[in-house]
């Protein structure tokens, strides 16, 4: 149950992650560039959100099972 839990709190912090990424893919459209659009995601929280969610989900999913046999 527990592993249930993180895997639901890691997608949900790699949702907001990752849609907020997408909604900054607007500053190319506003003329900067791609290089510029990594320097400012690398530089948000959104970023970090992003990571820590994936890395939730994988140790979730992945882990060692706590159950003694």
Excluded: D, W
């Excluded at 506003?30 to 690398?42: C, P, R």
């Amino acid at each position: 149950m527990i592993r249930f839990f993180i895997l639901l709190v890691g997608f949900g912090l790699a949702v907001i992650g990752g849609i907020s990424m997408i909604a900054y893919l607007n500053l190319l459209t506003a003329g900067y560039s791609f290089v510029y659009y990594l320097k400012f995601i690398g530089m948000r929280v959104e970023l970090h959100l992003f990571i820590i969610g994936l890395v939730m989900i994988i140790i979730s999913i992945y882990g060692p099972s706590s159950r003694r046999n």
